[in-house]
């Protein structure tokens, strides 16, 4: 009397998408981008996804895929294997109020082309833990994709001074994570710990060990009546790091929209070490919209 029997009749969604586009930027660099994505690759919720962008001055790609439970295994093992090429304006050479450009008055753009794997691991008590390795092969460059070994200063741009790096990393991380939802929590806390210890072979030959802790706290509040929703306070510290070589490219840099806002991104400064502390109370304003008053030092 106590049991039921529930006939539920599934129809599965569609659960890849394909897209494209053309743009330009005001360098007058004109680029079109296409990208796939699979989110049940196999059907066994596996992850697939690539993306390249061709321009008049680069390929850019970036393929990644994930296997949320490898082969069954009783210990909930995952991995995320993944290879790039990309390429940005650093926030340690363009961010901040003197601001590092190349000889020909261009801006330092950092190109990375690598390959990594990661292997995660749910533990007892809200623990995750993850190990990989990550190839990375950096270069500094003009605008034009020219490599550049130093600024308009004469600095050097890489550890090895020729202007391309070989940075090979062990990543090692761990999380605790006891919040009480992970997109908009009200409670509960979250801890990360991570460490990457580079090995010194290939050009630059860097040797360098990264150091970084973040903590999070989340304290329930209803203090304003604007809309119905959840209510919280959320503190952060974070502080981080680097033991042994910094090339110029792997700086802290502080200031932006996930920093210290109010500044541009990377405005603040940057260097070897940091420190961090956020404050802010989250509410809603409508049933579609939130707000936050925020305090960053």
Same mark, same amino acid.
Do not use: C, H
């Given at each position: ?14 659960? %890849?998408?394909?897209?494209?586009? #053309? ?10 981008? $296409?990208?796939?994505?699979?989110? *049940? ?7 697939? !996804?690539?993306?390249?962008?061709? &321009? ?6 970036? #393929? !990644?895929?994930?296997?949320?439970? +490898? ?7 995952? /991995? ?6 990309? &390429? ?15 000889? *020909? ?6 190109? @990375? ?7 995660? @691991? ?21 605008? %034009?994709? @020219? $490599?550049?070994? $130093? ?11 020729? %202007? ?24 509960? !806390? ?11 072979? %290939?050009?630059? &030959? ?9 903590? !999070? ?6 203090? =304003? ?11 952060? +510290?974070?502080?981080?790091? +680097? ?5 110029? /490219?792997?700086?802290?840099? =502080? ?7 109010? /500044? ?34």
């Amino acid at each position: 009397p106590r049991q039921v029997k529930v006939i539920v009749n599934v129809s599965e969604r569609n659960t %890849g998408s394909v897209a494209a586009g #053309l743009g330009f930027n005001f360098t007058g660099d004109l680029f079109g981008t $296409v990208s796939f994505r699979q989110d *049940n690759f196999g059907g066994n919720n596996q992850k697939f !996804s690539a993306e390249a962008q061709l &321009s008049t001055r680069d390929i850019l790609f970036d #393929l !990644s895929f994930t296997d949320p439970w +490898i082969a069954g295994d009783p210990f909930r093992t995952s /991995y995320t294997a993944n290879a790039f090429a990309r &390429s940005a304006n650093n926030l340690n050479f363009d961010g901040g109020p003197n601001p590092i450009d190349l000889t *020909n008055g261009d801006q330092v753009r950092i190109r @990375r082309l690598g390959a990594g794997i990661t292997f995660s @691991r749910p533990l007892d008590n809200g623990w995750t833990v993850a190990v990989g390795t990550l190839f990375q092969n950096v270069s500094a460059r003009d605008q %034009g994709g @020219r $490599v550049n070994s $130093v600024d308009a200063a004469g600095n050097p741009l890489t550890a090895s001074g020729s %202007g391309v790096d070989d940075l090979w990393t062990f990543p090692i991380s761990a999380t605790l994570d006891r919040r009480n939802d992970a997109f908009n929590p009200t409670s509960g !806390s979250i801890l990360r710990l991570n460490t990457e210890q580079s090995v010194p072979l %290939g050009r630059g &030959s860097i040797f360098m060990n990264r150091l970084r802790g973040s903590y !999070s706290y989340y304290i329930p509040l209803s203090l =304003l009546n604007f809309a119905e929703g959840p209510q919280a306070l959320a503190i952060n +510290i974070q502080a981080g790091t +680097i033991v042994g070589e910094v090339p110029p /490219y792997e700086a802290f840099a =502080l200031g932006g929209t996930n920093s210290i806002r109010g /500044y541009d991104e990377g405005e603040v400064g940057s260097g070897r070490s940091y420190a961090q502390l956020t404050a802010e109370y989250r509410f809603p304003l409508f049933s579609f919209l939130g707000g936050a008053l925020f305090v960053d030092v």
